[in-house]
């Protein structure tokens, strides 16, 4: 699904066709030069010729939906879910829109909101594989994994092959603990073709390596096949695996390379002394005193079990050995953390405003 502005494989704009645009003609012509530029690769010239276009017609929905795909596609999620929240609400039947929105709001670990606009979009284009996955995407993350299999298997329904339902499918299978399945599937989606690096990162994760292995040196082997700005999250999904990969079997120094690449892709560079001060605030605040005063809240009950640990320690096997009883649901990793960080302002790095959240939280 695209903008109704968008080209070639795009649908033609409502002018085009003989119809009255909701398009101002000076926007249109801007917002045309606009993907001209990004199509080119030049996507900060490209975001000027939108911005130009929002300083005049702030509300209009096109241009905040191509501004908000440019912040999108930049990691910027609190900007791009501003400009497709107006573009929404510029254009509420638009499944693209709603499509996109639905997905910004899941990156941004805002499931509830994020299930909201998907369901909308499946009601308005209940054929579209992409808006079924994301909305599977939603579920799993979000830890209700029945409902991401049903969401899953219905837009493979339609679309046998779509890599993101198959691989999908294949995480809610790990985390019900059917490791099996699992790995059975990455193993068919690499030998189709469906999103290979991310299924040889799904393969490698999953399982321990020993011995001679062969398939260490065919992914790194695919690693020049992904060597493109446009092909970043690609190739780090194969540094991920072929890290794995070595380190399991003791090339240290080959992990290590891998790693830091992967590292250097998908985390922004990491303030040591931002997180040393945060630390040290915490520990000023959350007292011994501050949890006596909160002391009846929360569950009493002793369920469910939580299983903690230090990343790589075993925790995930743990999980799945114990889920593979039939009385036990397992959750796979909580997100109910990370969100109520989100929510109390902990990553903002304001901690004067992180404390008074928390100062105001009830039972």
Not at 184 to 189: G, K, L, Q, V
Not at 219 to 232: H, I, P, R, T
């Amino acid at each position: 699904m695209a903008s109704p502005l968008q080209m070639k494989s795009r649908p033609t704009p409502a002018a085009a066709r003989g119809k009255k645009s909701s398009v101002p003609e000076d926007a249109r012509r801007i917002l045309q030069e606009g993907m001209m530029l990004e199509k080119a690769g030049r996507n900060d010239e490209a975001a000027q010729r939108y911005y130009a276009v929002l300083k005049k017609y702030p509300d209009q929905p096109d241009a905040n939906y191509l501004m908000g795909l440019v912040a999108a596609r930049s990691d910027d999620i609190d900007v791009a879910i501003g400009c497709f929240e107006k573009a929404v609400k510029g254009r509420p039947k638009a499944p693209d829109f709603l499509v996109k929105l639905g997905r910004a709001y899941l990156k941004a670990n805002m499931y509830f909101e994020a299930e909201e606009q998907l369901l909308k979009a499946v009601r308005l284009a209940p054929k579209d594989p992409e808006a079924l996955t994301i909305l599977g995407d939603v579920y799993r993350k979000s830890d209700r994994p029945e409902k991401a299999e049903i969401i899953f298997k219905r837009a493979l329904a339609i679309r046998k092959d779509y890599p993101r339902a198959f691989t999908g499918l294949a995480q809610v299978r790990m985390a019900q603990g059917d490791h099996e399945t699992a790995m059975e599937m990455y193993r068919d989606a690499i030998a189709r073709g469906l999103r290979v690096p991310q299924s040889w990162r799904g393969y490698a994760m999953g399982q321990k390596f020993s011995g001679d292995v062969a398939e260490i040196d065919t992914v790194e082997a695919l690693l020049d096949k992904y060597d493109g700005k446009s092909q970043e999250k690609a190739r780090s999904a194969l540094l991920w695996a072929a890290g794995k990969m070595a380190n399991d079997l003791g090339q240290y120094d080959r992990a290590f390379r891998h790693y830091v690449a992967a590292k250097a892709t998908d985390y922004a560079d990491y303030d040591l002394s931002a997180y040393a001060d945060k630390v040290a605030f915490m520990k000023e605040f959350l007292t011994a005193e501050f949890f006596a005063e909160r002391a009846d809240f929360g569950n009493d009950s002793d369920r469910p079990i939580f299983i903690f640990g230090m990343p790589r320690s075993g925790t995930t096997l743990t999980e799945q050995i114990i889920a593979g009883h039939p009385r036990v649901h397992a959750g796979s990793e909580i997100v109910f953390f990370n969100q109520a960080t989100d929510v109390l302002g902990y990553r903002s790095g304001n901690m004067d405003n992180f404390a008074r959240n928390i100062r105001d939280l009830e039972a």
